[in-house]
């Protein structure tokens, strides 16, 4: 593995890892323990309903977590943007420009390719293909190599923004 690409796949997981796993728990103590000691006792009518920090800690968890559920609900089913992240996504995602590992580069892709070339010695020998499709049929059977072989047919968006951005 390059060293860029270590570096890129660390910074990835360490984000992952430190929003999730890390600075969501802190955020959440820090919210509680903020409100409770900065509004809730300084509220009469609060102070009553909660009088241990305990009690307000079950009560924000008890109603926090149905309603982020269902914020994010809402962010993946009934708001755009959802579609539009994964939308970013599949542009920027170098596998939608190259064959993925695993079964599509070991059975996918050379089924599709034996399958190109059947059809073409049948469309051959039964004297059905022009020469504009052969000549098309050619172009494909040189992309599927291209991607067989590790290449990247096309060049994902993203990847054009920075050879953009560079050359400025």
């Given at each position: 593995?390059?060293?860029?690409?270590?570096?890129?796949?660390?910074?990835?997981?360490?984000?992952?890892?430190?929003?999730?796993?890390?600075?969501?728990?802190?955020?959440?103590?820090?919210?509680?323990?903020?409100?409770?000691?900065?509004?809730?006792?300084?509220?009469?009518?609060?102070?009553?309903?909660?009088?241990?920090?305990?009690?307000?800690?079950?009560?924000?968890?008890?109603?926090?977590?149905?309603?982020?559920?269902?914020?994010?609900?809402?962010?993946?089913?009934?708001?755009?943007?959802?579609?539009?992240q994964m939308a970013v996504n599949v542009e920027s995602n170098p596998y939608n420009y190259k064959i993925m590992p695993g079964k599509e580069s070991e059975v996918v892709w050379p089924i599709w390719h034996l399958l190109l070339r059947m059809m073409e010695r049948m469309s051959e020998k039964e004297s059905i293909i022009s020469m504009d499709e052969k000549r098309e049929l050619e172009e494909l059977l040189l992309r599927i190599e291209i991607l067989k072989n590790g290449g990247v047919v096309d060049t994902p968006r993203q990847r054009s923004l920075l050879k953009l951005s560079s050359g400025l």
């Open positions: 593995m390059k060293m860029e690409e270590l570096v890129f796949r660390s910074w990835y997981y360490f984000r992952n890892g430190y929003s999730t796993y890390l600075s969501f728990p802190v955020a959440f103590v820090t919210f509680v323990s903020t409100t409770y000691y900065l509004a809730v006792k300084n509220i009469p009518f609060l102070k009553g309903v909660f009088s241990h920090f305990y009690l307000f800690v079950v009560m924000a968890i008890a109603l926090l977590f149905p309603l982020g559920a269902f914020i994010g609900w809402l962010h993946m089913k009934r708001t755009l943007a959802y579609p539009a």
